[in-house]
Structure formats: C-alpha cells, structure tokens
C-alpha cells in the first residue's frame, strides 16, 4: 500500500505509463491515467485515506463455447480493456464504505452480517456482502474497507460487468485481507456463488473465470469444482483482425427466466439420461433417444442438447486454430458457432418477439459486410444487447461505420485484448 504522495507519482511514471499501455492499448493509455488519478484523489479525499491499494478486475468476451460452462463443458474467451476499478484502504471493523461513480449515494454495509437480503438483490452491496459470505465459508479472513470505485465495462454489453465487479470485490479482500495468495479459480467460485446466491442472478463459471484469470483462456468445466484452464497465446491484431462487439438494442433486465431456461432444458435432457449435465452425452446416444427426449422435455430442449455437443467440442477446436495460427478455420468455426446459437440454441431473439429483432439484424449485416474475410455470432448470453465480430483490420473504420449508421453512434466498441487478470495495479 502507498500513501497519496507515492501513489500518484509511481501511477505517473514511465514504468505505469508502460503497464497501462499493455492493459488498454497504447492509444487510451493517457485518458486511463487520468482516470485512475481521478480515482485516487477522490478516495483519499472523501475517506482520508493513510495509504491506498489499487485494484482492477476486466471484463470478459466469449469467443466460443455459447452457454456451455453451466453444463459442464469447454469455453475460450478472454479479458479485455474495459475494467472495473478500485482505491481502497482496510478498515478497523468490518464495515464497508465505498462511493462508484454513477451511483449517488456510496454503498455502506456491515460484513458481521452474511446473510442474503432480499431487498439487496440485483445491486451491487448484495455482490459486495455475497463475496465476503463465500470468503468466509472457505475460512478466509475477510474485513471491511473504505475508498472509491468506477467501472468502464457497460451493463447489458455481454462483457460481464457483474462478474468483473465480483472480481474486483473478491480481489480487495483478497489482496487487504489474505495477502493476495487466493488463486484464480477459487475467486472465480467466490463470484459465482454470490451472484447466484445473493445477487439473485443464474450464471455458469465462465464469465468470473474469464475476468479472474486474463489473456485467452481455453476453460473446460468437465470437473466443475476444479476447472481446468490454459492461456493461448495469440495476437488478433497481428493476425490482421479486430474484435468488435456491436450493441444492438434491447436489455437483459427482464430475461432471467430466458437465461434461465437454457440450462434448465439442457439438464432436463441430461435427467433423461441418468446425468447431471450434458457434458458425457454424446451425439449418438442423444439421436437414438430422440423420441424420449421430445415428448418428456420438448423439441427446443433437444436441439438445445444438439446444440451443447457440437458447441463444446468446437470450443476446443477454436483454442486448436488460434494456437497453430490457422485464421481462416477460426473464422470458418466462428461462423458455424454462431449459426448454432441461432438455430439450436435459440438466443438471438426473445421467443415471440416479431418486431424486435435487433441481434438477428446486427449478425446478418455484419455477415453481408464481411463475407468470408470475418465473421460475426451472438455474443454472451443473447436474447439482446451485443454481438461479436472478427474484423479484417483495413475493414476495421468502413465496418465500424458501417454499423454505427445502423445502431447509433457509439454502438461498436473495438476490444483490446487485456493479458491479466483482476489484480494489484502494480505501480
């Protein structure tokens, strides 16, 4: 920790200026450093702070394996620039004080209190309380704290912006409290269970593994309690691609029971079977049960079902292209993921919707524009909000353009892929 003095002079040096550049991208390095300066002096401001830590957890881009994690199964995804980001200092108590930008009162909370509050759910305090309830029960120390929080990554993006913020919780304590030597994928448990738990919100592991661990990550979920994950190392935009994700329109306040429903059917299919989860089905026991299957879950749980096979082992075929720098299969197995989520998985529109179809809209223009040079799918969870693109780098300003025109000024966000996980800003 640093007092407000040291602080801000090493968050000005060449060495941050360098860190800042590998976690944003050269071209946003200097607007980032006047926003974690900005942080800082409001912090120390508001809560007279002694000396402060700084903290950041990204967010998230699927890059395959749609809806895949909660059955167990193969993702890849990757952190990316937009993060959340805190100043804090340890408290005496256990009590929490902590002001974010966009809120207009800071969040105060007693962790001598663990217990789940209805009224908290679907705020941020329930992600601040649920995350110190995980800590506990696998009896790791955990303390109030007091400073200032902001985060970049939009709500309703796809980019997980709640799983960045419980990262980000997860890793004050974390680093305050347990000397920072909590590993990845037991803060990534952390997470899940407070958003599942006090939060309110079904989700799989993916979205928190993703923020916690950075770089690409390859994730199989085949042991759930013990995921197993590699980095993968490849450069997009040495390949001649950017990744873009467009927002489309619509929310996702009102499709919990949508979400919800996808793995519900999946393991409705799987129950039929005698497993929990999908992940030991295969495609030829799936088809010589077709009947069963229709008549006890329904015919969208089956292709559901079909979905999940296919998706989960191309999830791992993806990984496979981009390590031995094959683009054009990459691309070639985006397309075919993504024209499973739409026609298997059924994510792209909310059921019944006819008039609003804004992801179907924005996957089939990109589709047009790009051609066999890129490649756009669904991105996240679905239903609305954003999709994903691959795009050729010297189409990268024509595209952007292209679709802005179409969704609104702004609608197209070019990701910079983040190295590192949620963690110490180490100036």
């Given at each position: 920790m640093n007092d407000r003095e040291t602080l801000l002079k090493h968050l000005r040096s060449h060495e941050s200026s360098q860190l800042l550049a590998s976690m944003y991208g050269p071209e946003r390095a200097k607007d980032q450093l006047v926003r974690w300066e900005r942080l800082a002096t409001a912090a120390f401001d508001e809560f007279g702070l002694k000396a402060a830590e700084l903290i950041s957890s990204p967010g998230r881009t699927e890059i395959g394996g749609n809806h895949t994690d909660?059955?167990?199964?193969?993702?890849?995804?990757?952190?990316?620039?937009?993060?959340?980001?805190?100043?804090?200092?340890?408290?005496?108590?256990?009590?929490?004080?902590?002001?974010?930008?966009?809120?207009?009162?800071?969040?105060?909370?007693?962790?001598?209190?663990?217990?789940?509050?209805?009224?908290?759910?679907?705020?941020?305090?329930?992600?601040?309380?649920?995350?110190?309830?995980?800590?506990?029960?696998?009896?790791?120390?955990?303390?109030?704290?007091?400073?200032?929080?902001?985060?970049s990554v939009p709500m309703g993006s796809g980019l997980s912006s709640s799983a960045s913020v419980e990262m980000l919780f997860a890793q004050i304590q974390n680093i305050l409290y347990n000397q920072g030597i909590i590993e990845p994928v037991e803060l990534a448990a952390v997470g899940k269970e407070a958003e599942n738990l006090h939060f309110g919100k079904p989700c799989g592991l993916m979205d928190q593994m993703a923020c916690a661990i950075g770089g690409i990550s390859a994730i199989d979920f085949g042991k759930p309690l013990r995921p197993r994950f590699s980095k993968v190392d490849f450069d997009f935009a040495k390949a001649g691609l950017a990744v873009v994700v467009v927002h489309a329109g619509g929310d996702h306040a009102d499709l919990t029971d949508d979400y919800a429903a996808i793995p519900g059917e999946m393991k409705a299919v799987a129950d039929l079977f005698g497993q929990p989860t999908l992940r030991r089905m295969s495609m030829e026991k799936l088809l010589r049960r077709t009947s069963d299957v229709r008549k006890t879950a329904g015919d969208r749980a089956l292709l559901r079902a079909v979905h999940f096979i296919r998706e989960n082992s191309r999830a791992a075929d993806l990984a496979e292209a981009l390590e031995a720098g094959k683009v054009k299969k990459f691309l070639k197995l985006i397309r075919k993921s993504g024209?499973?989520?739409?026609?298997?998985?059924?994510?792209?529109?909310?059921?019944?919707?006819?008039?609003?179809?804004?992801?179907?809209?924005?996957?089939?223009?990109?589709?047009?524009?790009?051609?066999?040079?890129?490649?756009?799918?669904?991105?996240?969870?679905?239903?609305?909000?954003?999709?994903?693109?691959?795009?050729?780098?010297?189409?990268?300003?024509?595209?952007?353009?292209?679709?802005?025109?179409?969704?609104?000024?702004?609608?197209?966000?070019?990701?910079?892929?983040?190295s590192t996980g949620a963690g110490r800003l180490e100036v």
């Open positions: 909660h059955n167990d199964g193969r993702v890849l995804c990757a952190s990316v620039h937009l993060d959340s980001i805190a100043c804090v200092e340890a408290a005496d108590d256990l009590s929490v004080q902590l002001r974010s930008d966009g809120w207009e009162k800071p969040f105060i909370l007693d962790l001598s209190d663990l217990k789940p509050r209805e009224e908290e759910k679907g705020t941020p305090i329930a992600l601040i309380r649920g995350v110190a309830s995980a800590l506990a029960k696998r009896d790791r120390v955990i303390g109030g704290f007091k400073g200032c929080m902001s985060s024209d499973s989520s739409w026609r298997l998985l059924q994510n792209v529109t909310v059921p019944g919707a006819i008039k609003d179809q804004s992801l179907a809209v924005a996957i089939e223009l990109s589709t047009e524009f790009l051609g066999k040079n890129g490649a756009a799918r669904v991105h996240g969870g679905g239903f609305a909000g954003t999709i994903q693109a691959f795009v050729p780098l010297d189409k990268l300003e024509e595209y952007v353009g292209f679709m802005d025109d179409r969704f609104g000024i702004g609608a197209s966000t070019v990701l910079h892929i983040r």
